[in-house]
């Protein structure tokens, strides 16, 4: 099927089709996990820790059982199966029962008639604690050897030097993907001693594989529903509360609902990885990179979750989009008494990013360099390998394309304004518009997409006909990013039909989908659409001996020759498929290896104002050009690029968790401050359409590339601005004034 | 437990209430209208936006029990039937809707400030509803949906 024909079906690919799940979440008929309901259904809540790190002396659930409208109140001691659960490795207690690990991990839950009463109950557990001194510094934890993952990446010729070197610290703070939405859920028992749980979940199957066992069930017995999300972006890929209420659910015999407010989500749930990062880089005295050194250490708190892939990530692509011929990298994740980190949007990329691409605007500085030439100058491009790796791209890489695109971008005009809507600091501070400064900065950005390391990464899926239309069947979750409408648009392109239903499946009724993750779901369970709806098609053609097929039926030589009716005559037909992206490799002991699927890169420009003075910046617009492949839905495309770099604005200017000797102190909306209407730049953005990659109609994972140089690109532009380098993110009002 | 009246989106309710709970934990546990939805529970994000006799207002921070008489409107009564407020539809047809858990706020809050002021610049459109935070859209097509609606 060429793309043209793939295009003209109504609602197919490359149009901006109206996502099935717009006008439910408008009028606020949209079922999120907070919003459901069970008949006679209990609500729970958690006992969590005060401390970091303490020996729990004694547990006494006596006073909170004895309280009216409690049913039960459980601890590690009730946990039937697994006393372990975790995403990549079961290291974590399902309760803290002898050791606390970090501030607010869970030792208790109740259920109770009402949420009030199981909230007061849980606070009325009285524990004993031995508080012990926490580990919270990452370097100490990694002098200690308290490591998750030490990942050694030596590349090329490592006597080789180049006569420019300019040496950097960097440091990224802790972020949360604060999903407006918070962790929620309800699992109802089936009566027969089974469990279907309706979660907060990015991977069903993956919560499935981590319930089932703590419960002492079998993996029949418990189903996981792909569920309404509030966003996820990372932040649902552990568990939280799912064994919790599962065990309840068992234990009670009664649907049980949890639901976490927001300072429980912020402690309930894993956050970017904070990092600290040592590089040196060295070039000839033409701006060609001769070698780049780096130590990274991500903090990974208390439980290994995805710190070993965040951190391996993050060392695959610390020295960014460039060639570089001599290459040596060492990141650890390292194991403290921090709060948990794990996936958030960009996954390790967005941290090394922000180290390198401030060494490259120091070299250029150095060299005395226009940034974007020297960028340009060391480019990757299709035919050259990963400078970390050795891995040959063979795929569309446009780095230098979208850097020169967005070079190419009209900039925007001069502060000519006092409306204080237009100042940095807004309505809320005073800044003279002649104190104003205004700065540009660029930053060029890559990611893998997919799952790497020669991990079985697959999706299955199922289109279906019946009478009534197609039907496209996945567990994969909508976080809200649209992948229910990519999938029908898939369908429809695939089949010729315009009336393709998505259905939700739970754990029992189809495979795995994989995470709805690592910008992966648009090419992965969208390329799964796109093979069982092709194998459908064919079959059916087949079957009755047609050459075409529409919503009334197949055709031959422009003739009917079996309606939808006669070609379901024995039922709906159906075909599946599991579908695999190209293989990926573990790396061998210097880190090299044919180890991701596909990149994708993007680059920004920001524009920004700043108060010297006050240390208050205003970002004015950023320009970004993506490599996308194909966009199969270009509203939706926009949708991920202007959100993506929100939070990439977010983590310049001022997302970050204060977290102090392992406890944080910002866990609310008041003072963990997100990016409103007010900070919001405008966003030019052009999509870079390039043939290529295995992707569905060639179309790449979007998600995750505008978060990644947006921040190094926002931070160069203040930079600009005040003549000063920065070496931190978020920037705050003191970096900016030297003034505490 | 405190009894009170109002009317929601035009129909007569009642409900018993506690004293400590807020006007969005009953609207929505309560009074069966779930769409108002509860993100930060402390005026911060606008999740729960609803019209409190005539003023815009954070369910979360008002007692339900001080509702007693009053006029609410929420995000159940803007459709009217199948027909989507101009808002929502224009909500719809420019992408700003992603998870969708900030949506309800952000067309209550919407509504209620393009009908008092039909014709806004983008400056008034983002600091009027730069009380209502959304995670995933980065309020870009927020704002052409209701830039579009006041060019009308």
Redesign the interface.
């Known amino acids: 099927m060429t793309l043209d024909q793939a295009t003209r079906v109504k609602g197919g690919i490359g149009q901006s089709t109206i996502r099935p799940d717009g006008i439910p979440k408008l009028t606020g008929d949209f079922a999120f996990v907070n919003d459901l309901f069970a008949e006679g259904m209990l609500h729970a809540a958690t006992r969590r820790s005060p401390h970091a790190k303490a020996r729990i002396v004694s547990i006494d659930i006596a006073p909170a059982l004895a309280m009216a409208g409690v049913h039960t109140v459980i601890t590690q001691e009730d946990v039937p199966g697994d006393p372990l659960f975790g995403l990549e490795d079961r290291d974590q207690p399902v309760f803290a029962h002898d050791e606390i690990n970090y501030w607010g991990e869970p030792i208790a839950v109740v259920a109770a008639d009402d949420r009030e009463t199981a909230r007061r109950a849980a606070a009325a557990i009285e524990i004993e604690f031995d508080v012990l001194e926490p580990l919270t510094d990452p370097e100490e934890a990694e002098r200690q050897g308290s490591v998750f993952r030490h990942m050694k990446i030596r590349n090329g010729d490592q006597d080789l030097h180049g006569e420019v070197v300019v040496e950097g610290y960097y440091e990224t703070a802790m972020q949360d993907q604060a999903p407006l939405g918070t962790e929620a859920g309800l699992a109802v028992p089936d009566g027969e001693g089974g469990i279907d749980l309706y979660g907060p979940s990015q991977w069903v199957h993956a919560d499935h594989e981590q319930v089932y066992p703590c419960l002492g069930l079998a993996p029949e017995q418990v189903r996981v529903h792909p569920s309404g999300l509030g966003g996820a972006f990372g932040s649902r890929e552990d568990m939280s509360l799912q064994i919790h209420i599962c065990l309840l659910a068992q234990i009670t015999g009664r649907p049980v609902k949890m639901e976490y407010d927001r300072s429980e989500s912020f402690t309930g749930h894993v956050h970017r990885h904070p990092s600290r990062m040592w590089y040196r880089h060295e070039a000839d005295r033409e701006g060609n990179l001769v070698r780049v050194e780096a130590k990274i250490i991500l903090d990974g708190g208390a439980f290994m979750s995805t710190t070993n892939a965040v951190m391996a990530n993050a060392s695959y692509f610390a020295v960014g989009p460039y060639r570089v011929p001599s290459v040596q990298v060492d990141g650890y994740g390292v194991k403290t008494n921090n709060p948990t980190c794990g996936a958030m949007r960009g996954f390790g990329a967005v941290q090394s990013c922000f180290g390198y691409e401030s060494q490259m605007d120091r070299l250029a500085e150095k060299l005395g360099m226009d940034p974007v030439g020297l960028r340009l100058k060391n480019a990757l491009a299709p035919g050259d390998r990963i400078p970390t790796t050795g891995q040959l791209i063979e795929t569309a890489l446009p780095a230098a394309e979208c850097l020169e695109q967005v070079r190419l971008m009209p900039l925007p005009p001069p502060l000519d304004s006092d409306d204080p809507r237009h100042l940095p600091g807004g309505t809320g501070l005073t800044t003279p518009r002649s104190a104003v400064k205004r700065g540009v900065g660029y930053a060029l950005g890559i990611k893998n997409l997919e799952f790497s390391e020669g991990f079985d990464d697959y999706a299955e899926a199922s289109v279906v006909l019946t009478p009534a239309g197609a039907e496209v069947h996945t567990s994969a979750v909508e976080c809200g990013q649209g992948l229910m409408v990519v999938c029908q648009q898939i369908a429809r392109s695939a089949l010729g039909m315009e009336h393709v239903a998505f259905v939700h499946d739970n754990t029992s009724d189809m495979g795995s989908a994989g995470s709805t993750s690592a910008s992966r779901q648009t090419q992965m369970t969208g390329g799964a659409v796109l093979e069982a709806a092709r194998g459908l098609k064919a079959e059916v053609l087949k079957t009755h001996g047609g050459d075409d097929l529409n919503d009334e039926g197949v055709w031959r030589d422009g003739s009917l020759v079996a309606t939808m009716d006669e070609v379901c005559a024995n039922g709906p037909v159906t075909f599946h498929t599991q579908y695999r992206h190209p293989p990926t490799e573990p790396p061998n002991e210097t880190g090299q290896g044919n180890i991701h699927a596909d990149f994708a890169v993007a680059a920004h420009r920001a524009v920004v104002d700043v108060d010297p003075e006050l240390g208050l910046v205003r970002v004015v617009q950023i320009d970004t050009a993506q490599d996308v492949g194909k966009a199969l839905n270009p509203q939706s495309v926009i949708g991920q690029v202007e959100g993506g770099i929100m939070q990439g604005v977010g983590l310049a200017t001022m997302e970050e968790m204060v977290v102090d000797r392992g406890r944080i102190l910002n866990a609310n909306f008041t003072d963990y401050l997100l990016p409103t209407f007010l900070d919001a730049p405008n966003v030019e953005a052009i999509l870079i359409e390039q043939e290529g990659s295995w992707g569905p109609f060639g179309a790449k994972g979007v998600g995750e590339p505008p978060t990644i140089s947006s921040t190094p690109a926002i931070v160069a532009a203040i930079a600009d601005a005040v003549g000063k380098h920065f070496n931190r993110v978020p920037v705050r009002p003191q970096d900016i004034t030297g003034v505490l | 437990m405190i009894d009170i009246t109002l009317t929601v989106n035009g129909e007569d309710r009642s409900a018993s209430v ?1 004293d ?1 709970e807020s006007l969005l934990t009953v609207l ?1 546990e309560t009074l069966a ?10 005026g ?2 606008g ?1 729960c936006s609803v019209v409190l006799d005539g003023e815009l207002v954070c369910s979360c921070l008002v007692m339900a029990a001080d509702c007693d008489e009053s006029i609410v409107r ?3 009564g ?2 009217q039937g199948d027909k ?1 407020h101009p808002v ?1 539809q224009a ?5 700003g ?8 706020g952000f ?1 209550v809050a919407a509504a209620h400030y393009l009908d008092e002021n039909p014709d806004p610049s983008s ?1 008034e ?3 009027e ?15 052409r949906a209701l830039e579009g609606l006041a060019q009308r």
């Open positions: 506690r400590s929505r209208l779930p769409g108002s939805k509860p993100a930060c529970e402390q911060e994000c999740s929420t995000v159940e803007l459709a989507l929502q909500m719809l047809d420019s992408g809707v992603q998870c969708g858990f900030c949506t309800p067309v400056d459109l983002r600091e509803l730069s009380g209502n935070i959304c995670r995933c859209t980065g309020y870009g097509a927020i704002l």
